[in-house]
Nanobody
Framework: QVALVESGGGLVQAGGSLRLSCAAS????????MGWFRQAPGKEREFVAA????????YYADSVKGRFTISRDNAKNTVYLQMNSLKPEDTAVYYC????????????????????WGQGTQVTVSS
């Protein structure tokens, strides 16, 4: 069982930045492909970004490409999501998720493929 704890959410004005962190309890963190998803009120959960076990494969949703950066530090069991140039439409609860096994980031866009989820952190972008 892997426990994931997100942090770093908050309220920011449009154009601002936030950095989300997701700390994993699992010492074998480097065995997991990691992803970030988000869910806005009244909408389905959607894929944001994914990173493979080594960090060599990364993939982004078109809506965040060029503004968000996913990274990981396997020594710290942590995955990050740097969010720049935030827009009001980025407002959502952001979740990190862990997928056991060796997968590329581009093949890790479906929420059903992930084994473990964090509790989420709220990001609110005001206009």
């Amino acid at each position: 069982q892997v426990a994931l704890v997100e942090s770093g959410g908050g309220l920011v004005q449009a154009g601002g930045s936030l950095r989300l962190s997701c700390a994993a309890s699992e010492r074998a963190f480097s065995s997991y492909t990691m992803g970030w998803f988000r869910q806005a009120p009244g909408k389905e959960r959607e894929f944001v970004a994914a990173i493979n076990r080594s960090g060599s494969s990364i993939y982004y949703a078109d809506s965040v490409k060029g503004r968000f950066t996913i990274s990981r530090d396997n020594a710290k069991n942590t995955v990050y999501l740097q969010m720049n140039s935030l827009k009001p439409e980025d407002t959502a609860v952001y979740y990190c998720a862990a997928r056991r096994g060796l997968y590329s980031a581009v093949s890790s866009q479906r929420s059903n493929d992930y084994n473990y989820w964090g509790q989420g952190t709220q990001v609110t972008v005001s206009s």
